[in-house]
């Protein structure tokens, strides 16, 4: 995998979604105020998977920064993008809300990235149980021996918050051709998620690297011809529906928070907790 080396048609057409950009303040008071209605689940788990240097722990550090009003720089994240992952722990992040002990009720796992090349990513059956809620916290994966029941990071009878109750499917507009194996890897742990109801949404980073027109002013984003390819092209590919798939632009090289920047996270982080949240009333 690679960035891809010409850059892509930066051509803007007719809106193809609505954004309330200037609702920050009402996404951001819905998030704070959020709390599981189902008293046996103290969080919604968000289980992020996709090719290695995406911007999955990025992502993370997103969602930090703009629930806390200030940069974060928690989940740890490589400084280039790597062909080989950089996230090889289990390992749960949470989001500090007001003092010690004190969380927001969503926490995240950044699970070591897809790679190509056989027994070199997580091995899909390691998702499969993480899903499950079977992988123990600080359980180091293993690409070429997934992880068995009579394993010390294998917990044998997983709490409702062990579950993963949204699996997000991060990839990055600023790829070329992702691979069809990593492809069809990803669209099987897509099908194991569902066939345990588990709801899915898509997250598409690195669209200001993708879009020349939407670098220069994230507000173009939904007029992007590149980046309503990219999504359309991936929805079906992996038969994700186009409203599950969100744009962003993570934080990375800013020093300070971004209005335009914090909407499109607002919004994914709106739709993880909603689905979540319908997730976790059924169980
Ligand atoms: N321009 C730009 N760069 C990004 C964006 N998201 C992530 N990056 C950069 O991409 C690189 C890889 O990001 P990571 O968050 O480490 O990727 P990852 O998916 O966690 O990678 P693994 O853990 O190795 O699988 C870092 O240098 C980030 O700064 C984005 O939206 N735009
Ligand atoms: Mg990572």
Known sequence: MGDSESRPDSTLCTPWRRVEWEENQR??????????????????????????????????????????????????????????????????????????GD??????????????????????????????????????FNPVSPLTPSDHGYVSE???????????CVYSANVGDMGAGVLQEMREIRKAASDLGIPQIAVLTKIDEACGETEKDLSNIFKSKYVKEKIEEFSRNQGIPINCIFPVKNYCTETLLDDHVDTLILSVLRAIIDFGEDFANTL
């Open 27 to 100: 996404y951001l008071q819905y998030v704070k105020n959020y709390k599981p209605e189902n008293e046996a689940f103290t969080h919604i788990r968000v289980l992020l998977y996709g090719p290695v240097g995406v911007g999955k722990s990025t992502f993370i550090n997103s969602v930090s920064s703009v629930v806390r009003g200030k940069m974060a720089n928690q989940a740890l994240t490589s400084a280039r993008t790597a062909e080989v992952s950089f996230t090889r722990t289990f390992k749960t992040y949470t989001i500090q809300r007001g003092g010690k």
């Open 103 to 140: 969380f927001y009720p969503f926490v995240f796992n950044d699970i070591m990235g897809l790679e190509k090349g056989k027994d070199r990513g997580v091995h899909e059956n390691d998702i499969i149980l993480a899903l499950k809620g079977h992988v123990m916290e600080g359980y180091k």
């Open 158 to 168: 997983p709490s409702p918050d062990d579950r993963v109750h949204v699996l997000v």
